[in-house]
C-alpha cells in the first residue's frame, strides 16, 4: 500500500456559510467573507490524462520511468494500483507529485490475481481496458455506482473487432477481458472523436506486428500519441482529404523508461479561471498550464466572451506545450459554441456555465451529447444548478442555453440555501462552489468528497487566491 501525501480535507469547502457533505467527517459547517477579490499565483493540479498515460505506458516500458508532477487524486490513485496489479513495480519519490515506475516484462505478463477497480475513472478503465487486450491476458475491470452505469461499449465494440473476446454487463461494469492471442495489426475507424477509444485501440496495437492505424472523425485529444512518441515509439497523424483525422502506430512498438513531468490541468485550471473573471477587482497568475490545441477550448471560448486572459512564457515540455495564464476579471458577453470544440474542452462545460450565468446575453452551447455519458448527466446538473439560482436556462438531448445576466448576477437575490445534487461528479461540485462566490449565496453540496477525484486541494488553493471562510455559521458582514 502507499502513503497518500496529499491532505483531502472537505471540511474546507470554498463557498458561501454553509457546505453540507455526505462524507460523515466532513460536514462541519463553514463561511465566507462576501466581499473579496482573488489575487496571487497558483499552481493547479498536474493534469489528469497525462498523469493516467505516464502510469501505463510507464508500465509497459522497458527500465524505469520518472514521473513528477502526478496528480494524486482519487482517478489517478486507482489506475496506479492497477498497474500494480499488473506486476508494475511503482514507489514514492522524495516528495508530493514525483513517483518512480519500473515496468513490466509484457513478453509475460500475467492476469492479475483479483478484479481491477477503476472507482469513478471512466478514463484508467478504458486506457487499461486495451493496454490488457494488448497483452493478450485476462482481467475482471469493476467500478463505482456511477462508473457501473456508464457506457463501456464504446471501447468493447472496436476491441471485438481485433478478436478480443469480452462478457460485460449490457455494455457496463463489470467487464472480463479473456486471455487470448494478441490483437493483430489493423485499421480501425471509430464514430466519435473520442481520445479514450482511440487510445485504447492504440494501446492493444504496441505488440502488434505491422500498422495500427484508427481513423477518427475529428482530432480528439493526442496525449497519447505524443507520449508513445516520447517512450520511443513511432507515430505519426494527419487529415484525410475529407477532414477526418487519422493516427498510425508502427508495432511492435519497444517503450523506454523515460522522465516526464507533468504539467497543470486545464480541466482543473478552469475553475479558478472561471472565478477570477467573474469576482470584481481579481487578478491571478496559474503556472505551468498545459495548453496543447487539442485541450484549450475553454481559455477560447472564455476569451471570445471578453475575458481577460493573457498567454505568458510559452514553452516545450515532455513534448507538450506548456505556459502561464494571467486572469483578470472581465465583462463577459455570451456566444454560441459549435460541436467542432466539444473535444478541446469536453470537462470544461460545468465552469463554461457559470461563465455563462454571468455574462450579458445568452450563451447556446451545442454537440453537448458525451456530456450526458460522463460522471454524471452534465447537462441535467448544470442545468438543475443555474435554475437554483434563478438563471434563465434550457436544454436539449445534445445542447444547454444560458442568458446570462451580466455584473448583477454577483448581487445575492436570496438567502435562502441552494441545495445542489452533484450525482458524485467533481465537476458540477466545483461549479456549484464557484457559482455560489459569484452569487454571494449558500450552497449545500451533497457530495463534496467526490473533488478528489480531480483536485485534492481545491479548498486551499482557492483560499490561497483571497476566498476567506470562517468557521462556524456567522452572519455575513
Known amino acids: 500500500m502507499f502513503q497518500r501525501r496529499c491532505q483531502n480535507d472537505f471540511s474546507c469547502p470554498t463557498v458561501l456559510f454553509q457546505l453540507q457533505s455526505v462524507n460523515p467527517v466532513s460536514n462541519n459547517p463553514l463561511a465566507v467573507q462576501p466581499r473579496f477579490r482573488l489575487g496571487g499565483t497558483l499552481r493547479v493540479p498536474g493534469d489528469k490524462s497525462i498523469s493516467h498515460r505516464a502510469l501505463i505506458l510507464g508500465s509497459l516500458a522497458q527500465g524505469r520511468t520518472t514521473i513528477e ?3 494524486e487524486g482519487e482517478d489517478v490513485l486507482h489506475t496506479l494500483q492497477a498497474m500494480r496489479a499488473l506486476g508494475a513495480q511503482i514507489e514514492q519519490g522524495t516528495h508530493a507529485g514525483q513517483w518512480n515506475v519500473t ?4 513478453g509475460t505478463a500475467c492476469s492479475p490475481q483479483g478484479p481491477l477497480d477503476f472507482g469513478n475513472s471512466g478514463t484508467g478503465v478504458r486506457l487499461v481496458m486495451g493496454m490488457v487486450a494488448g497483452l493478450g491476458i485476462g ?14 461499449g464504446r471501447v468493447l465494440d472496436p476491441l471485438h473487432t481485433l478478436d478480443v473476446k469480452t462478457d460485460s454487463h449490457d455494455g457496463c461494469l463489470p467487464v472480463t477481458i ?6 493483430t495489426a489493423q485499421s480501425s475507424e471509430i464514430s466519435i472523436a473520442s481520445a479514450q477509444v482511440k487510445s485504447a485501440l492504440l494501446l492493444a496495437g504496441l505488440n502488434a506486428h505491422g500498422v495500427t492505424e484508427v481513423i477518427e472523425p475529428a482530432l480528439s485529444r493526442d496525449h497519447t500519441e505524443r507520449m508513445l512518441t516520447a517512450f520511443g515509439a513511432h507515430v505519426t497523424s494527419d ?3 475529407d477532414g477526418r483525422h487519422r493516427v498510425r502506430l508502427s ?16 480541466s482543473s485550471a478552469a475553475f479558478p479561471i472561471t472565478a477570477a473573471l467573474c469576482i470584481p477587482g481579481s487578478d491571478i497568475v496559474l503556472e505551468g498550464v498545459l495548453m496543447n490545441p487539442a485541450r484549450t477550448g475553454f481559455i477560447t471560448i472564455a476569451k471570445r466572451m471578453g475575458g481577460q486572459i493573457d498567454i505568458l512564457r510559452p514553452r516545450k515540455s515532455g513534448g507538450e506545450d506548456i505556459a502561464d495564464i494571467r486572469v483578470r476579471a472581465s465583462k463577459l458577453v455570451g456566444v454560441r459554441t459549435e460541436p467542432e470544440i466539444v473535444p478541446s474542452m469536453v470537462d470544461e462545460f460545468p465552469a463554461l456555465a457559470v461563465l455563462a450565468s454571468f455574462a450579458e446575453g445568452v450563451t447556446d452551447m451545442r454537440g453537448l451529447g458525451e456530456l450526458r455519458v460522463k460522471e454524471s448527466d452534465r447537462i441535467a446538473r448544470s442545468e438543475d444548478l443555474l435554475r437554483s439560482m434563478g438563471i434563465n436556462v434550457q436544454s436539449g ?19 435562502e440555501p441552494v441545495p445542489v445534487r452533484t450525482d458524485g461528479d467533481h465537476r458540477i461540485a466545483m461549479a456549484a462552489l464557484i457559482l455560489g462566490m459569484v452569487f454571494s449565496r449558500t450552497v449545500h453540496v451533497d457530495n463534496m468528497a467526490s473533488i478528489a477525484t480531480s483536485y485534492p486541494g481545491f479548498c486551499d488553493d482557492m483560499r490561497s487566491l483571497g476566498a476567506k471562510f470562517q468557521t462556524g455559521m456567522e452572519t455575513r458582514t
Not at 479473456?178 to 490483437?183: K, L, M, V
Not at 508495432?251 to 497543470?264: I, N, R, Y
Not at 446570462?404 to 438567502?415: I, L, T, Y
Request: charged content about 20%; glycine content about 18%.
Open 178 to 183: 479473456h486471455a487470448g492471442a494478441r490483437p
Open 139 to 152: 482481467a475482471d475491470f469493476i467500478g463505482d455506482d456511477s462508473l457501473s452505469g456508464r457506457p463501456m
Open 69 to 71: 508532477g502526478l496528480l
Open 103 to 106: 515496468g513490466i516484462n509484457t
Open 397 to 415: 438531448a445534445d445542447w444547454l442555453r444560458v442568458e446570462g445576466g451580466g455584473s448583477s448576477r454577483g448581487k445575492a437575490a436570496s438567502d
Open 251 to 266: 508495432g511492435p512498438a519497444m517503450l523506454t523508461g523515460t522522465s516526464v513531468t507533468v504539467p497543470g490541468d486545464p
Open 239 to 241: 487529415v484525410l482529404s
